[in-house]
Structures are given as C-alpha cells and as structure tokens.
T-cell receptor, first 111, second 113 residues
Framework: GEQVEQLPSSLIVQEGASVLINCSYTDSASVYFPWYKQEPGKRLQFIIDIRSNMERKQNQRLTLLFDKKTKHLSLHITATQPGDSAIYFC??????????FGAGTRLKVIA | NSKVIQTPRYLVKGQGQKAKMRCIPEKGHPVVFWYQQNKNNEFKFLINFQNQEVLQQIDMTEKRFSAECPSNSPCSLEIQSSEAGDSALYLCASRQGSQNTLYFGAGTRLSVL
C-alpha cells in the first residue's frame, strides 16, 4: 500500500534559523498533500496543503514545494520561533477517503 | 468555528475490558475518520463514515472494534476486549463532503494495563 516517508525524523535549530522537512510518497494516484503540526497534548493542527497540479504554495513563513515526477515534497519554515517546536506530519491522499501519514519530524527550536 | 471534540481525553482499562470513546465532528462535516497513533507517532487508519454509513474499515476494526456515527449523536469507537497493544492515542477527524482537509480532535489516550 501507499507509504509516506519523512526525513529527518528530528532536528534541533536555533531560533531564527530555517528548516527543511522532506517527504516522499509511493502512490502515484495521490493528488492531495496536507501537512499538520502536533504540539504535546494538543490536536493535530492543519498548517498547509498542496494539490498535485501545483508546484509551490506559501503561507506566511511556510513554503511547500511539490515535485510530481520524483513524488517528493519539502516544507520550508523560515525564521523559526520556539512556538514552532512540534512534530510535523506529511500526508498523502488519493482524493477519495484514503489518507496516509508519515511518521513525523520532531522539530525543536531553541531560543 | 466549531472543532472536533473527543471525550474522554484519557482512558485507563484493564486487559479484557471494554473501552469506549466518543467524537463530535465539526458542524457540517459528514465524513468522519478514526485513526490510531502509536508511541512512534505512526498512524493506523481504523474506519471512516459518511453520515451514518461505514465507508471503509480494516480487519482489526471489523473483529474487535465497533464504531458508529448515529444521527444527532456523537460518533463512538469501542474496543470490545482491550489488549495491551491497543494502548495508543485514538484520533478522530472530520471533513466536509466536498473538501479534502481533515480536521482533528485532540484525541483519547488509551492505556491498557
């Protein structure tokens, strides 16, 4: 079945740095890619998404890049803040009722 | 702006006991998903509904779990006979029929002793 892999599994950065989280998927039928942020004890929060007919999407300090050929996405977070510390999840959906999630990237931003 | 509400937040059960958790989807969201998130943060899809109808479910859900989304009542997920391996965070998510974005509740953390 569909697999979604995220790298790195964790990273620690200084406040103000930029980070890049990579995500790859296997099912070429996937057309929708939402990303979520999970802080300890809190709900998964939707942060940005992209569809397979787009290559780039930006939402404030978040930029999501999509390469359909290589089945690869990357989430770029600029000017990180301690409040960005969380686990970030990539997911892939074929557009009906199937969503597959990566195992997450744990980000820690040190003040 | 309603949110997905899951109760209880924490649930502790002994092996063999029933464990029941509830979910109120966002207002106007007819599609509901249940996922199990383990301690390694991996997600396992369990079951989904559109209105009151089951769309898809995995084998495990068919055999040991029961779930429903009755009209005008919270959705529920019940484990008939809890096992240690069921200890996990159970996440409910909902979405509009025509949109793709899932919105999640805060989860029910089940510990089976």
């Amino acid at each position: 079945g569909e697999q979604v892999e995220q790298l790195p599994s964790s990273l620690i950065v200084q406040e103000g740095a930029s980070v890049l989280i990579n995500c790859s998927y296997t099912d070429s039928a996937s057309v929708y890619f939402p990303w979520y942020k999970q802080e300890p004890g809190k709900r998964l929060q939707f942060i940005i998404d992209i569809r397979s007919n787009m290559e780039r999407k930006q939402n404030q300090r978040l930029t999501l890049l999509f390469d359909k050929k290589t089945k690869h996405l990357s989430l770029h977070i600029t000017a990180t803040q301690p409040g960005d510390s969380a686990i970030y999840f990539c997911s892939a959906s074929t557009g009906n009722y199937k969503y597959v999630f990566g195992a997450g990237t744990r980000l820690k931003v040190i003040a | 702006n309603s949110k997905v509400i899951q109760t209880p937040r924490y649930l502790v059960k002994g092996q063999g006991q029933k464990a029941k958790m509830r979910c109120i989807p966002e207002k106007g969201h007819p599609v509901v998903f249940w996922y199990q998130q383990n301690k390694n943060n991996e997600f396992k899809f369990l079951i989904n509904f559109q209105n009151q109808e089951v769309l898809q479910q995995i084998d495990m859900t068919e055999k040991r779990f029961s779930a429903e989304c009755p009209s005008n009542s919270p959705c529920s997920l019940e484990i008939q006979s809890s096992e240690a391996g069921d200890s996990a965070l159970y996440l409910c998510a909902s979405r509009q029929g025509s949109q793709n974005t899932l919105y999640f509740g805060a989860g029910t953390r089940l510990s089976v002793l």
